[in-house]
């Protein structure tokens, strides 16, 4: 009896096809439509350029490009050409990223016009890294050669992937400590696309529109997940809420990707007019999602998948089923097949509705951090993937996200999750944006501080404004949780790529202009 | 480093189901729908009652089933309980039937009020196996229990499968020599699944409508495909033109698969009307389908899908892309994802549109047969099953399946493909049902013979007629090709349960009546 190969190799997803449908659109970026035959092709060529820079198996390839068909050819062309890609945030400062490129041991650093001036100190501290450009010298720089000007057509191209070979290691954005990437294989990302498509399904005419950075996690996922269907990847150079819109409403996306403040402002500039019926799906990710907006999205009866996701688990994780939406409105859902989640306090599950930390576990679980063995035995154990966030199941199994663990605040001995209160604040009608940190506070440990945006805010704020903020808050949470002190902030939070909140730099913002609170003087 | 574990375990996905989308439509049969939480239930009391006869992992569950939803159950319980399934054609004879559970090693053969009878000598023959029905004991006999009369409930049930178990075997309808049982696994059913939504899509409203027998690959695959997407499986009791076409008109069916007697059925009963355009696939299997029938769906809007799959292949292994459903017409498409398909003759790959043996590789190919390790040895080489069935593939990798190898008629030295054949027959309007074989002859080896239904064929046929399909025979074909004789026969052709015309039976029936043919004389 011959036995079954163990793991089943995965045939190249674009060059599938471009046997079978090579006609069909693929990728739609910089103006231009590739089918997935031109696609297949210029894939081809891409990874041929690699070869020609001695790129060859198991090597890895540093991108810090802009969204762009240049990015989407270099994630498809690294896999083809067997190489593990290392997608760097564009917004790193030159040390940060300087310091990543080192740690993946990256043989090249993709660039493009507008980040080759960002990898000056890596080109000067790692000589021996070649950088390479996408974009035009004179665009560039004179001394940076570009990517296209070597070619090796005998570099061996990979047509069939090993599940475990290591696609990419993506640098998380932590906001304690340094970055560690986390190794996403092959494997990880074909199971992240059935998955999702066993909860969503896949319509062969599907349209997914990649609007964040393709450096992260949510958008290389898109852009793979879409090859592996066969479907149309559409993908915007940067997140524009207008072209967003024209994007459902004119070419037919079907699905988008979205974090909060993304999709709040795309609802704004849609002025509550209704978006046409081939939208079928509203990923909603990033963080907890205050009711107001579900509600909102709900009446305009735009389709709101909430999800939970990390980098160390390839995207999505737990989404909710769109015929939940509304049933389970404020929750992830379920983990998507066939992971587990599970929610741990002191090494036992928790009862129903009450918070620990959330474990992962099944084939989205990367397979750990690069170079990184003891963090990756003390984060992944038994198979279980620790995440640090905190949330809650309720007797159905549905996953509510509370926060991040490093953002708890105790406070008096009871715990606060920041995402509670800032729904709370986010379901007052004035209220447009809002984050909450712990300080540290003489008294009780630590106390609830609130940074809050208001719509049309006046430059100078009534001082009423934040006495009927925190009634409000009051009538909806236990005192502790009510924030001691609701700032009001004219400029936009600050947030990550992903368009989390930064805590961690409010935080900062504020131990700098205030010192130790203390309560008493409160 | 924790390591992934590979296989990859599948969560059991009526479970996976009943706790996302527990009110979701699972099962429509016997006149019931059953939602997922429902299915669920029914599910695990029907393994409680397997386990209630002492059936657990590993042991085989031989099935005499009518379709219905007593055979749903049957087939989704045996799974939970781990035990393998034995799915038996209910048109065998009884020595037959017999054979096969001997050779199966069965524990227990569940049988209905219609098969109780059949399963006579199977009991009598091997004292030790339960027989126990589904149906009552009046309805049935007073000797054999029901099966619902034992229950344990401290069986052990899985709930996540390992992709290696075997899931079922299924014996081989074989035009020569014994049946052989080919042990299909949970990865095959998976991978089938999942190969087929890459091509077709999957909506998480469809329906998919089993109007063939669940005892064979077509229907079983459709039941647990169904299942393994969270959709709704619509089982007939058997076919039935009309009520086939009422689930399409009124029903909400959107995927519906057939074989080629049953879709002309079908569309003479529609009378031309055009179907919904909820109807989004019809999957067209069981051999290969003349162009009119073809160019008839076409002008009538029919998204038909041709597919080429077998029994060791868990169903379709290739099937056409609905938007290539024109631009190749007549051929089956290409390898469903990630398998592959070669065409081979004296061990070497044919060129494009040469006949060949097609060969099969990927994770839909069988674990081997039951019991049998030389011939599973024999059939499957490197990976590679040799499926016996001729085909060709053109130069963009398109499969044209011409024959199954033991119908291959030579005829003085040349091949004649008994499809191509009939497809002639078929192409001429007054023909209903074509069959083509070859006889023994003794100047040429093989002669080639074939018989024909006419629409509306009156008693006596003018023998003009046979002359006329003669000649349009002979102006689509090469001489060789050309029937020799023609039989007009005014009963339906003989058919396996899947909708294959029986070649052996009508050769059978020639040698019966004529004794060789021979050439001078005709």
Chains 1, 2 share one sequence.
Not at 58 to 68: E, K, S
Not at 260 to 278: G, K
Not at 388 to 410: E, F, K
Request: with cysteine; proline share 6%; net charge negative.
């Amino acid at each position: 009896m011959t036995p079954l190969p163990e793991p089943v190799p995965l045939t190249d997803w674009i060059s599938y096809r471009a046997a079978n449908t090579p006609s069909r659109p693929a990728l739609v970026a910089d103006g231009r439509t590739w089918t997935y035959a031109e696609l297949d092709a210029d894939v081809t060529s891409t990874a041929q350029m690699l070869g020609g820079w001695g790129i060859k198996e198991n090597d890895r390839v540093a991108m810090l490009l802009n969204n762009g068909a240049g990015a989407a050819l270099l994630i498809h062309a690294t896999l083809r050409i067997g190489a593990t890609l290392v997608p760097l945030n564009v917004r790193l400062g030159a040390a940060e990223l300087a310091w990543q490129i080192a740690d993946s041991h990256a043989q090249l650093l993709v660039v493009d016009g507008r980040t080759v001036k960002l990898a000056e100190r890596t080109r000067a501290e790692q000589p021996d890294l070649i950088v390479v450009s996408i974009d035009d010298p004179a665009a560039s720089e004179a001394r940076c050669e570009r990517l296209d000007s070597r070619t090796s057509r005998d570099a061996t191209l990979h047509f069939a992937h090993d599940p475990n070979a290591v696609l990419a290691i993506i640098y998380t954005s932590g906001t304690t400590g340094q970055p560690k990437g986390a190794m996403l294989t092959v494997g990880n990302f074909w199971w992240s696309a059935i998955g999702s498509a066993l909860n969503l399904g896949t319509h062969i005419d599907d349209r997914w529109l990649a609007c964040m950075p393709l450096f992260h996690v949510g958008g290389l996922s898109i852009l793979l997940r879409s090859a592996i269907y066969g479907i149309t990847a559409v993908v915007h150079g940067g997140f524009d809420a207008v072209a967003a819109n024209r994007a459902l409403d004119e070419d037919g996306v079907t699905i988008i990707s979205v974090v909060l403040i993304m999709l709040q402002r795309m609802l704004d500039a849609h002025e509550d007019r209704p978006y046409p019926s081939s939208l079928r799906c509203v990923l909603l990710g990033g963080g907890p999602a205050p009711q107001p907006v579900l509600e909102r999205c709900a009446r305009l009866g735009i389709p709101v998948s909430q999800t939970y996701g990390l980098t160390e688990t390839t995207s999505q994780v737990a989404t909710l089923t769109p015929g939940d939406a509304l049933r389970k409105l404020g929750t992830a859902g379920r983990a998507i097949y066939p992971n587990e989640i599970r929610v741990v306090m002191d090494d036992k599950d928790t009862p129903a509705g009450e918070p620990g930390e959330i474990l992962v576990r099944g084939p989205v679980v990367m397979a750990g951090y690069a170079g990184r063995p003891e963090v990756t035995e003390r984060t992944i154990v038994d198979g279980w993937l620790h995440t640090g966030d905190v949330g809650t199941l309720d007797a159905d199994g549905y996953l509510r996200v509370l926060d991040r663990r490093s953002d708890l605040i105790v406070t008096g001995g009871e715990n606060v999750y920041p995402a509670e209160v800032e729904a709370a604040l986010l379901s007052h009608p004035s209220v447009v944006e809002a984050a909450v940190i712990g300080i540290p506070d003489t008294t009780w440990g630590q106390c609830v501080i609130a940074f809050v945006r208001l719509s049309d805010a006046p430059d100078g704020v009534d001082p009423s404004t934040t006495d009927e903020l925190r009634v409000h808050c009051r009538t909806l949470l236990a005192g502790y949780k009510t924030p001691r002190d609701i700032r009001i902030v004219t400029a936009p939070l600050p947030r990550t790529a992903s368009g989390k909140v930064q805590r961690h730099v409010l935080r900062k913002r504020l131990t700098q202009t205030d010192g130790p609170a203390s309560s008493t003087a409160r």
